[in-house]
């Protein structure tokens, strides 16, 4: 069963296009056809698209990895902010820093600048410092916050990268594509997705259209932490099974050995008894 309907989509707006003088000839296997001079997505496509990514990031939250969701166009902010949110993934929307993916290791020492900063003002070195050392750091501190608040908890490379608007997201799918990270990411008509992994075909521009777009990605990614939270609950209920079959094991092995011992002392006690009795004998004799 698909995860969007082709009304939905319709709705949402998502088939709908750019100019025509300003589309890309690679994107002319999902145009469905020109009208008034604007290019019409073919749903169908669409619906595949949309379904073939889900599966894809529904594995990838499955085994506990990462997508970082990237959309710094003003349209797509909050409804990014908000999915992403709402899934526990990190996300960019504000400008994308460069080097963040191929030169990560600097871009985690930003992020543990925050948490020194935070240090400072709960164990009070922060108070020792002048007005214009604390406003300082205050602002340097805001500053992080807004560029880089979003994936501090990100401690390593994601896994994908979910992008709306592959155009103004160039960088960060170059530097995706340079470390062999899968890149997913809605396509307009305006767009190149040859370097794009999991193309979804759609209008990148419409608030509502990204809306839906992003709607059947994050409930397939929340479809597979539910999965995984099971499959973890399963396997620690396996875990204490054999534990307590291993710690009774000891016990079911005793009974038989006692037994064993019983019974040999008992031999050994009926032989030292006709041993006497023989004796007993020899000795009336």
Not at 17 to 43: S, T
Not at 135 to 147: D, P, V, Y
Not at 201 to 220: F, G, H, Q, R, Y
Not at 239 to 263: G, H, L, N, T, V
């Amino acid at each position: 069963m698909s995860r969007t309907t082709f009304d939905q989509l319709l709705e949402a707006g998502v088939h709908f296009g750019h100019l025509k003088r300003k589309w890309n000839p690679a994107m002319a296997p999902y145009i469905f056809m020109e009208r008034n001079g604007i290019h019409i997505i073919d749903l169908h496509k669409t619906i595949a698209a949309v379904d073939e990514a889900a599966e894809a990031m529904k594995n990838i939250a499955k085994s506990g990895k990462k997508v970082l969701f990237v959309a710094t166009k003003k349209q797509a902010k909050e409804i990014v902010a908000e999915k992403a949110t709402s899934v526990g993934m990190p996300y960019v929307i504000e400008r994308w820093p460069g080097g963040m993916l191929t030169n990560f290791p600097t871009i985690r020492k930003a992020v543990k600048k925050m948490a020194t900063i935070d240090k400072m003002e709960s164990d009070g070195t922060f108070k020792n410092l002048s007005k214009r050392e604390r406003l300082q750091i205050s602002r340097q501190r805001a500053k992080l916050e807004k560029n880089l608040g979003s994936i501090a908890d990100l401690n390593r490379l994601p896994s994908a990268l979910f992008v709306v608007d592959v155009l103004k997201e160039a960088i960060a799918v170059h530097e995706a594509n340079r470390l062999g990270i899968p890149v997913f990411a809605m396509v307009d008509t305006n767009s190149d997705p040859t370097p794009i992994d999991y193309v979804i075909p759609a209008n990148d521009d419409a608030t509502k259209s990204i809306e839906a777009v992003l709607d059947a990605i994050c409930a397939a990614i929340n479809e597979g932490l539910e999965e995984r939270k099971v499959e973890k609950a399963d396997a620690d209920a396996a875990a204490a099974q054999e534990e307590s079959e291993e710690a009774e094991a000891p016990k079911k092995e005793r009974r038989p050995r006692q037994r064993r011992e019983r019974i040999q002392k008992e031999d050994e006690e009926a032989m030292k008894a006709r041993a006497t009795s023989k004796f007993a004998k020899e000795d009336e004799e």
